[in-house]
């Protein structure tokens, strides 16, 4: 399917990380539980200033950064303009 949309490797849409994260979340949350109880987790948290935390990478779910349009999950970061732009390309 990547090929007749023109979706190559440096295409920001390329890796399927952001995508299982997202569909897996569960099981994500399970993880956390197994590693993490009893210790505090980020979640649905939207901020315009750098991210700086104690909590380990993988106590962070779904943080927006506004200023670097960055969303933060699981330990990865992506860049959500460069996945906008390329959905627009395609569509």
Not at 20 to 46: K, P, S
Request: proline share 2%; glycine share 4%.
């Amino acid at each position: 399917m990547r090929d007749p949309l023109g979706v190559d490797d440096s295409s920001s849409l390329r890796t399927i990380q952001i995508r299982n994260d997202l569909e897996h979340f569960d099981q994500r949350i399970d993880e956390w539980h197994a590693q993490h109880a009893g210790r505090g987790l980020m979640d649905q948290q939207i901020t315009d200033q750098p991210l700086r935390t104690n909590h380990s990478k993988k106590q962070i779910f779904r943080v927006l950064d506004i200023s670097s349009k960055r969303e933060y999950f699981w330990g990865s970061a992506f860049r959500l303009d460069s996945i906008f732009y390329e959905c627009q390309r395609i569509l």
